[in-house]
């Protein structure tokens, strides 16, 4: 496989192909002339999120609680099923 064209599909290879999207767009939407950006609007852009990207990490996060908040109960659950089945069974 060519790996100009198609990175390594981890962290890094991802990383690298979102820089070079964000600077080829960057050069479409100025058509090639330079602009001056303030360290400022620099941070604003970056921090900016659309709602759906918001929404989008409170559902993933609710999932997680719920999920762990599962895995707790199971947990107590199969603990108690033990200390049940050793209190129970003759030695």
Not at 61 to 83: G, P, Q, T, W, Y
């Amino acid at each position: 496989m060519d790996t100009e064209y198609v990175p390594a599909l981890d962290e890094e290879g991802l990383w690298k192909m979102i820089v070079e999207l964000i600077v080829a767009f960057d050069g479409v939407l100025s058509l090639g002339h330079k602009e001056n950006v303030v360290l400022g609007q620099m941070k604003q852009y970056v921090e900016m999120e659309c709602p759906e990207e918001r929404l989008h990490k409170l559902f993933l996060e609710r999932k997680i609680n719920d999920m762990k908040h599962l895995m707790k109960r199971k947990a107590s659950e199969i603990d108690n099923n033990r200390v049940s089945c050793s209190t129970s069974s003759p030695s």
